[in-house]
């Protein structure tokens, strides 16, 4: 589906209810957690270790949904329990988070775990006014603000090679147009994070692409869903 046809395409969020309901859907998620652990055994450890996460961020998760951004636009818990265990359990070396803000807290925090060697984290925004809150947050946290960029500017260096991409940026349409140039910045053998695929126009506008690319990609509905129905896709860069 073009980015073009993916924008006209309202008749598809009049389907929404009826799409969330998918059988063919609701079956991936049922199956994709088997799949995912055989593909990438270290996630074996995940249900497991999810507690463990939540516990680490939920209190200041709590606070950042209350006075820094709102819960319907911020990560949800089970996202970034899930950014927790997969830098815990694979130990990238570099990070981009798309979508700036408690995402971008959380991995610093885990960079600066291991202040000698740090992993490389990024964290870039469409929106300059959101890129500054997260400055100020991190600033609240003793966090250092490097590499924290507009999407603009970060395209225009050319970057890539990241170990893990999380895509949680802007509207959905941003995210649509931005889909390949973000799945480009993969490294081979890298994961991307597909946030907020419970929209169906999103999702199917993903899978195609997905599935024109070759690229594996797993539903986390199983972990990942929330209380506002969000869930992800994991994306491996083959
Ligand atoms: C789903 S949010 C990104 C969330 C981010 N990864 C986090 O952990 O908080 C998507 C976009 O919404 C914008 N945004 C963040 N908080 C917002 C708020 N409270 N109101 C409006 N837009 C917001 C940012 O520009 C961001 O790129």
């Not at 270290?42 to 507690?51: G, Q, S, T, W």
Request: hydrophobic residues 40%.
């Amino acid at each position: 589906m073009a980015v073009n046809r993916f924008l006209k395409s309202g008749y598809v969020r009049a389907k929404r209810r009826l799409d969330d309901l998918s059988p063919a859907e609701a079956q991936r998620a049922k199956a994709d957690v088997e799949r995912v652990v055989a593909r990438l055994p270290e996630l074996a450890a995940f249900e497991d270790r999810a507690p463990e996460s939540a516990a680490r961020y939920a209190d200041a998760h709590g606070v950042y949904v209350n006075s820094v951004s709102k819960a319907n636009h911020a990560a949800s818990l089970e996202f970034c329990v899930l950014v927790d265990l997969l830098v815990r359990l694979r130990s990238p070396r570099r990070v981009v988070d798309l979508g700036s803000g408690f995402t971008s807290y959380m991995l610093r925090s885990w960079a600066a775990e291991t202040p000698d060697d740090p992993p490389e984290v990024w964290s870039v925004d469409d929106h300059a006014g959101w890129l500054e809150k997260t400055r100020g947050w991190l600033g609240e946290k003793g966090l250092t603000d490097k590499h924290l960029l507009t999407w603009d500017d970060f395209v225009g260096d050319n970057p890539g090679n990241f170990d893990l991409v999380l895509h949680d940026m802007g509207s959905m349409e941003t995210r649509a147009r931005t889909l390949d140039a973000v799945l480009d910045l993969s490294a081979p053998g890298g994961l991307v994070v597909l946030d907020d695929v419970h929209k169906p126009d999103f999702r199917r506008f993903a899978i195609e692409r997905l599935e024109a690319r070759g690229q594996p990609f797993f539903s986390l509905k199983a972990w990942t869903r929330d209380s506002l129905t969000r869930y992800c896709y994991l994306v491996i860069n083959q």
